[in-house]
C-alpha cells in the first residue's frame, strides 16, 4: 500500500512529466519557426507583425504553465533574501518574454524602431523546456537510486547458523552477536561481516565491486555481508553487526549524499547568489 509520501512523489513526477510534454510540444514549432525566419527560409510572409503574434501564442504556455515551478522557487527565494538557480531562470526567462512581447506591441503600434524588431520568445521557451528536461533526469535518476537503496537490505540474509557447543542453531539475524562463530553453507550468502575462522572458498562479491570473478578466501581473510559463498564450508566470526556493516553503512552513505548538495550546486548557488543582485542593478 502507498504511503502519502509515494503518493506525493509519484503526482509530483506525474507533473513533471507533464510539464516536460506541453514544454516540446510548444517549444518545438516555436523554435522552427523563429529560426526558419532568422536564416529567411520561410520567405516575407514570415516577417509580419502577427507571426510576432504567434510566437507569443507558442511562448505563453512555456512561460505561464512549464515555468510555474521556477517562478514558486525563485519567491521562496527571494522571501528568504537569497537567490538560487529558480531566480535565475524565472528573471532570464521573463525579461526575454516580457522584452519580446513589448517589441511585438510596439511594432503593431507603429513604434518599432524605439525598442527594436527582433523578438526572443523562442530563447525563453528554450531554456525553461531545457532545465525542465534536466530536471526531469535528475528526477528518475533519483527514482532509480532509491529503488535500488529499498532492495539493498534485502541482500542480506534473514537466518543465520550459528556454531555453538559444536551444535548448530539455526537464529533470526538480529540475534547474531559480535564474536559469534557462523557456518556458511557453499550457496548461502555471508550473515553478518566477519573473519573466516576455518575453510576454504570463493565468494561473489560483486554486489560491492562489481568484479564478476569470485574471491579466494581462507582463515583470517575478512568477508563481507550479502556476499555469496559459492564452493567450500566455511566457519565465521562475527565482527560488525547491524547498522556497523558494510552494507548497512552503504546505504546511510547513499542516503546522506543524496541529502547534501554536491560541490558544483553549492558553488552555483553562490555565484547566484551575487550574480543576481549585480545584474539586476547594471544600468540598461
Not at 531545457?130 to 535500488?148: D, F, P, T
Request: one cysteine or more; a positive charge; charged letters at 15%.
Amino acid at each position: 500500500m502507498r504511503t502519502k509520501k509515494t503518493q506525493l512523489a509519484l503526482r509530483n513526477s506525474d507533473d513533471k512529466k507533464m510539464q516536460f510534454i506541453v514544454g516540446i510540444i510548444f517549444t518545438l514549432p516555436l523554435f522552427l519557426l523563429s529560426m526558419g525566419r532568422d536564416m529567411n527560409l520561410l520567405g516575407a510572409w514570415a516577417s509580419a507583425n502577427w507571426v510576432n503574434w504567434l510566437m507569443f501564442g507558442l511562448a505563453l504556455p512555456v512561460q505561464g504553465y512549464v515555468a510555474w515551478d521556477y517562478y514558486v522557487g525563485g519567491f521562496k527565494a527571494l522571501r528568504n533574501r537569497s537567490a538560487n538557480m529558480d531566480v535565475l531562470v524565472a528573471m532570464g526567462s521573463s525579461v526575454a518574454f516580457l522584452y519580446s512581447l513589448t517589441v511585438t506591441i510596439a511594432l503593431g503600434m507603429g513604434a518599432g524602431a524605439s525598442f527594436g524588431t527582433h523578438v526572443y520568445f523562442e530563447t525563453a521557451a528554450v531554456i525553461i523546456t531545457l532545465i525542465k528536461l534536466g530536471k526531469l533526469l535528475e528526477a528518475r535518476a533519483k527514482g532509480k537510486i532509491n529503488a535500488a537503496l529499498k532492495k539493498l537490505p534485502q541482500l542480506s540474509p534473514k537466518i543465520a547458523c550459528r556454531l555453538e557447543n559444536g551444535e548448530e542453531q539455526h537464529i533470526p539475524i538480529e540475534q547474531v552477536g559480535v564474536g559469534d562463530v557462523l557456518l556458511v553453507r557453499p550457496g548461502e550468502s555471508i550473515p553478518v561481516d566477519g573473519v573466516v575462522r576455518s575453510g576454504k572458498s570463493a565468494i561473489d562479491e560483486s554486489v560491492f565491486t562489481g568484479e564478476s570473478l569470485p574471491v579466494d578466501k581462507r582463515p583470517g581473510d575478512p568477508v563481507t555481508v550479502a556476499t555469496m559463498n559459492q564452493s567450500g564450508m566455511l566457519t565465521m566470526e562475527a565482527t560488525h553487526i547491524g547498522t556497523e556493516t558494510a552494507l548497512a553503512r552503504l546505504v546511510q552513505l547513499v542516503q546522506t549524499t543524496q541529502q547534501s548538495k554536491p560541490p558544483i550546486q553549492r558553488a552555483a548557488d553562490a555565484v547566484t547568489n551575487v550574480f543576481v543582485p549585480v545584474v539586476s542593478g547594471l544600468p540598461l
